[in-house]
């Protein structure tokens, strides 16, 4: 059984697929059709609702693609959907703002926009033009053009007013705080069932009873499954109401990462750290993803074109392994084993994931290469962590994704650059050994040639960055 808001009415699911989708849960069962299905992807953004949840005295509000939220995830939450905006007959001000600034032609991709207008306003107080950017990054239109849309984001705030939600924002706290789950939910529907564990224990008890059950973090990736591949998931546990697991903890030397903490919760503590994890971050995925996908579901699919990966092995990084009340420590180039396969053990999880805090004198980059430049797979990921004393290469760690079956570290390279400094006639020799390191394949993203050209390529960059800062390797402002 499950309770949640949906807009301001209490729900109580006592009997539902785990399987189903909450887009699907709106159209079909609760006929609220604002919500549109594009591609079923998380790509289009059509499908974004708002979830509220308790932030202390306080509500917070993410937006997140319903087309790849499983409806256990909906336990003690609010659901916010493109109806619920409205007070009274009255438009809420960022609908208004669109009607007013004429940023709807069709209207289908329309509800997804306002409801990530919605996350903003409701968050931010004031939003610049990045914020607006980033917040509607995720969402896609294809007949009324970007500029009425960014004019509506802006006008929103001029003369905002409290809202609905300001007014019962403390009666939406007390019904949320009396349907938080305290002990393990189950759901079962159509033959199949989810459970939803609330500590670390009951979770590592159930893995141990359930050993083929899939494992539901954010569902970025597999939820892909259901909506995509058309497969059955008989048994999920679903990780979101453990604690634990969604925990940040910064120490003098590392930050603690819990496996399903999110990954816009991740990013704060990994862009002051590592400037450059913060740059690819944003690159990483809409923000309606980021506010679901986590950073230990990126590392536990072992996808070889994962972007997280390949930055955190060049950061040194470990992975907090638990099984039952047994806990071990994996440096992360040694979780990935072969395509898909892991050094994660039967009923094994990862618990958390240990990066190491920046040294004085390592010097980190991350450059990831796609098709498009925002919210796409990588081609090749390169990520390089050097550290020079006087100008010679004292220690070398260099990850790359999409060159191989798995993330893995440039070896070969890394021994060519150790002892020397970034001179030409070095990097001659540590693009060459790029090609001993790996042996790419071709796909619909790149061809092998690309990719291996491409890497050496980074490599280059890298060292041009370091050596003379003064040149100018990117983009920094639009024209």
Do not use: W
């Not at 759901?187 to 539901?216: C, W």
């Not at 597999?222 to 998931?233: C, G, S």
């Not at 604690?243 to 003098?252: G, N, T, V, W, Y």
């Not at 070095?426 to 050994?433: D, G, P, S, Y």
């Amino acid at each position: 059984m499950i309770k949640f808001l949906l807009n301001q009415e209490l729900r109580v699911e006592t009997e539902i697929d785990p399987n189903l989708t909450v887009l699907q849960y709106l159209r079909n069962l609760v006929r609220k059709t604002g919500t549109k299905e594009g591609c079923a992807s998380g790509d289009c953004g059509a499908c974004t609702v708002v979830i509220g949840e308790p932030d202390g005295e306080r509500m917070r509000y993410r937006t997140l693609n319903s087309c790849l939220t499983f409806v256990a995830a909906l336990d003690g939450k609010q659901l916010i959907t493109v109806e619920g905006l409205q007070d009274e007959g009255v438009l809420h001000q960022v609908q208004q703002s669109m009607v007013d600034c004429h940023g709807s032609q069709c209207g289908f991709c329309t509800p997804g926009f306002i409801m990530s207008m919605f996350a903003l306003y409701k968050n931010e107080s004031q939003a610049d033009r990045h914020k607006i950017e980033e917040a509607l990054a995720g969402n896609l239109c294809r007949c009324t053009g970007y500029r009425p849309i960014v004019e509506a984001a802006e006008q929103m705030y001029t003369n905002a007013m409290a809202d609905k939600f300001d007014r019962l924002q403390g009666q939406t706290l007390q019904q949320l705080g009396e349907i938080q789950p305290q002990q393990t939910a189950e759901l079962k529907g159509a033959g199949r069932v989810s459970f939803s564990p609330t500590t670390l224990d009951e979770l590592a008890a159930l893995y141990e009873q359930h050993p083929a059950a899939r494992l539901l973090a954010g569902g970025t990736d597999l939820a892909l499954e259901v909506t995509q591949f058309h497969r059955e998931l008989p048994t999920l546990i679903y990780l979101g109401q453990v604690a634990e697991l969604k925990q940040i903890h910064e120490f003098d030397d590392r930050i603690e990462f819990g496996a399903a903490a999110p990954l816009s919760d991740c990013a704060p503590y990994l862009s002051r750290e590592y400037p450059s994890f913060g740059q690819l971050l944003q690159r990483f995925a809409s923000l309606q993803i980021r506010n679901q996908g986590t950073l230990g579901g990126n590392i536990g699919n072992a996808s070889p074109i994962g972007d997280a990966p390949p930055a955190l092995i060049a950061l040194n990084a470990e992975v907090v392994l638990r099984k039952g009340s047994k806990r071990r420590i994996l440096a992360l180039k040694d979780y990935f084993i072969d395509y898909k396969v892991t050094a994660r053990q039967e009923s094994e999880f990862i618990e958390k994931i240990i990066v190491p805090k920046a040294s004085a004198h390592g010097v980190v980059r991350f450059y990831k290469v796609s098709k498009r430049l925002d919210d796409d797979i990588s081609a090749v990921l390169g990520a390089f962590n050097l550290t020079l004393q006087q100008g010679i290469v004292t220690e070398a760690r260099i990850a790359f994704g999409g060159m191989a079956a798995i993330p893995k570290r440039a070896r070969a390279c890394e021994q060519v650059l150790l002892g020397h400094p970034l001179d030409e006639a070095t990097l001659t020799r540590a693009r060459q050994a790029l090609s001993q390191d790996f042996t790419p394949i071709s796909d619909f993203r790149a061809s092998k040639e690309y990719r291996l050209l491409v890497a050496q390529n980074l490599l280059t960059r890298y060292a041009l960055e370091i050596t003379t800062p003064e040149l100018a390797t990117q983009v920094t402002a639009h024209v």
